[in-house]
């Protein structure tokens, strides 16, 4: 949960500051390379991260005045609707966040090697 909220309130933080689409690969991937648990955790957490920022400003934007250019992006995709375009917009963030936490996770291990046994 905690790798969620981090990635979550990160990301929303430099994403507003420094309107990039990339900040949803730096930030999944330091946390997931400071995330010592388990691979799991650290790809699925930012992963869900990033789902969640992404679904969650789409329909902001959606919701705000943006019904009538979603709906045409969605149409000239072939996606069918808005809806349909505001989940693949999410599942993409959760396919990024993931890898990006999983490569974080595998620098570490790769980096420091904490459990060796000499």
Known sequence: MITVLSTLVLLFVF?????????AL???MVIGFFEKDSV??????SGFGVFLLWV????FKWTS???I????VAAV??????????????????????IAGYAGFSLRKLLIKEY???
Request: proline content about 2%.
């Open 15 to 23: 994403q507003l500051l420094f309107f990039a689409w990339w900040w």
């Open 69 to 72: 250019i979603v709906n045409r």
């Open 26 to 28: 730096i930030i999944p």
């Open 40 to 45: 799991t955790r650290a790809s699925l957490g």
């Open 65 to 67: 005045g943006g019904e």
């Open 116 to 118: 060796q046994i000499s």
């Open 77 to 98: 995709m072939g996606v069918g609707s808005g809806f349909m375009l505001v989940l693949a917009t999410g599942i993409l963030g959760l396919l990024i966040g993931s």
């Open 56 to 59: 969650g400003m789409s329909v």
